[in-house]
């Protein structure tokens, strides 16, 4: 229950976008902490509608956390792919809220 209670709570700290207040349009990583409270709350496809790249980006985090503890044999290359398609997914979002 106050599992509940903390993850519904978080929706009520989410940081404003200072680039959308002072510019009035949307960064490249708006909607990651709104992704994030949908994975939380175990809605995927909302998750990846709000910010594609949050399925990349998470995996990336972990393996690099692995890295930094094992050695992962080719993890130079699954890092650099992790990287570009987190790229392209941020990149390809971003462009796409402007058509």
């Keep these: 229950m106050q599992l509940a209670n903390f993850m519904i709570s978080l929706d009520d700290y989410m940081l404003p976008c200072l680039n959308k207040k002072l510019f009035g349009f ?29 399925y990349t980006i998470i995996p990336l985090l972990g393996f690099l956390l692995a890295d930094s503890f094992f050695t992962i044999k080719y993890a130079n290359k699954i890092i650099i792919t992790l990287m570009i398609s987190s790229v392209v997914l941020i990149l390809g979002n971003y462009i796409l809220k402007f058509i």
């Design 26 to 54: 949307d960064c490249p990583g708006c909607g990651a902490q709104r992704a994030i409270s949908f994975l939380l709350h175990g809605e995927f496809a909302d998750a990846f509608a709000m910010y594609p790249a949050i």
